[in-house]
């Protein structure tokens, strides 16, 4: 018997990957090859950055230290984060509370907003997926990450959410190619409808191929602040540099109440995950505590991994060269999937980029089969040519989340081979099309 629970990105993939190492943008394998990391999306500076193991080693000589004790170290890491990651922002952001992971922060995040308004239901958008713990939970809309059995093997959803969750059309707009919508756009009138009498709305951005949409944010914005509810941006997967700015959030003119962060923060070498007050929120809480108290929130090793993750993208000008490499990929993408007739749809920013297929089970980017999904076939293709693509569970879908440290080569290396992947899907839809 196997000792190890485990969980598998690709859905229905039996390939079975054994990582013993890693340097830069790639992966050491037990089988002797180095694989090129292409999706990985806390990994921003890649595998062992000499400067993030030095400071790692540093950090285990602090002290056993909870969130309820003063720690200098955890204050700089907050000073920092507003310093650098809200460099421009100063005018309403306010402060920082660190925690474990995107599920968990999100999870504190809504049961402030709960608390703060008193008000239960919670709104997200169409294919969000916001954690596997508590509010986070319950407001993932993805139909296969519920933290029960997989559809996939037969299996069953836990107990369905307490919350009651109101589902926002999400933005239009693709790249390439158009979306396979769950639901009809919505007019602001609409959406205020459905914020009506909602604690927060939250709002990601990569989650199920759908990106940034300036116009779309300041509207669920401003419904949400006409109704008292709360703005929630969940930048686990977009903050920290991935976009080629510090946050998406930043394009639109609104500004949230609460951003919510994880995965790259802490440079992929700890556990991360933040929320961050506005100056507004802060001033509501007027002094109240904040009962959340969490043995391992904001670890010392954790706080220094962070301090040293902002001070490279900073000084590294990582920012510049990410915004640069996202129009070159963007426009490749383009090229690539005009050539392959199973791209349905391509759309991205920055560093993150999704590629959704037409499958033999088109409108399908559930995972609620029990076939092999076309994307994980692409993978097994790719990962045959040392090269790591990441499907999202989805039947259709795949990814690319690349370090943001990518060399141009590495980054061509990494198109070629999903270009040349493709081919298993086209072969699939010429025989299932029609
Ligand atoms: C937008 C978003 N929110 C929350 C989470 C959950 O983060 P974690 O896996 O660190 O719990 C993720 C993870 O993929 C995410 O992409």
């Known amino acids: 018997m196997k000792r190890l629970l485990s969980t598998g990105l690709n ?20 089988d002797g090859r180095r694989v090129l990391d292409g999706s990985n999306s806390a990994g921003a500076l ?30 700089k890491a907050a000073e920092d984060l507003i310093d650098i990651g809200f460099a421009g922002e100063h005018d309403w952001v306010g402060a920082v509370r660190f925690g474990l992971s995107g599920s968990e922060i999100n999870d504190l995040a809504l049961s402030l ?18 954690g596997l713990t508590g509010l986070s939970r319950d407001v993932t809309v993805q ?32 790249l ?54 709360l703005w929630i941006a969940d930048e686990v997967i977009t903050g920290a540099g991935r976009m080629g700015q510090w946050f998406a959030f930043q394009w639109g003119k609104s500004r949230p109440d609460i951003v919510t962060m994880g995965k790259a923060l802490a440079g992929g070498a700890a556990p991360i995950g933040a929320v ?17 108290y969490s043995t391992f929130r904001g670890h010392p090793i954790t706080m220094s991994a962070v301090r040293t993750y902002l001070r490279i993208v900073k000084r590294d000008a990582l920012l510049d060269r990410v915004a640069a490499l996202g129009a070159v990929i963007g426009a490749r993408l383009v090229e690539i999937a005009k050539k392959h007739p199973s791209v349905a749809r391509v759309d991205g920013r920055g560093l993150h980029w999704t590629i959704e297929l037409h499958g033999p089970h088109w409108k399908s980017w559930r995972a609620d089969t029990s076939v ?63």
């Open 176 to 229: 390439y190619g158009t979306r396979d919508y769950d639901l009809p756009p919505e007019s602001p009138g609409e959406v205020e409808a459905k914020l009506d009498g909602v604690s927060a709305a939250i709002i990601d951005y990569s989650q199920g191929g759908i990106y940034h949409d300036a116009q779309w944010q300041d509207m669920v914005a401003a419904a949400a602040r006409k109704k008292g509810a």
């Open 372 to 434: 092999a999904p076309i994307a994980s076939k692409v993978a097994a293709r790719a990962l045959a040519n040392d090269v790591v693509i990441g499907t999202s569970g989805e039947q259709t879908s795949l990814f690319l989340a690349p370090p943001l440290i990518m060399s141009d080569e590495e980054i061509a290396r990494l198109l070629d081979v999903l270009d040349d992947a493709l081919a298993v899907a086209d072969e699939e839809h010429a025989r299932t099309a029609g």
């Open 46 to 75: 890649g595998h062992a950055h000499p400067e993030m193991v030095e400071t790692i080693r540093k950090a285990a000589d602090y002290p056993v230290v909870s969130e309820g004790w003063f720690f200098r170290e955890r204050e």
């Open 276 to 292: 961050i007050l506005s100056k507004e929120m802060v001033e509501r809480l007027d002094g109240a505590a904040w009962q959340a």
């Open 11 to 30: 859905a229905g993939s039996d390939t079975v990957v054994e990582v013993v190492g890693g340097k830069g943008a790639w992966f050491e394998l037990s």
């Open 143 to 174: 139909p296969q990450w519920h933290g029960g059995l997989s559809l996939m093997s037969g299996g069953v959803r836990p107990a369905a959410p307490n919350t009651e969750t109101r589902i926002i059309a999400a933005p239009m707009g693709s």
């Open 113 to 130: 907003a709960q608390a703060v308004t008193g008000r239960a239901p919670i709104a997200t958008r169409e294919r969000a997926y916001h």
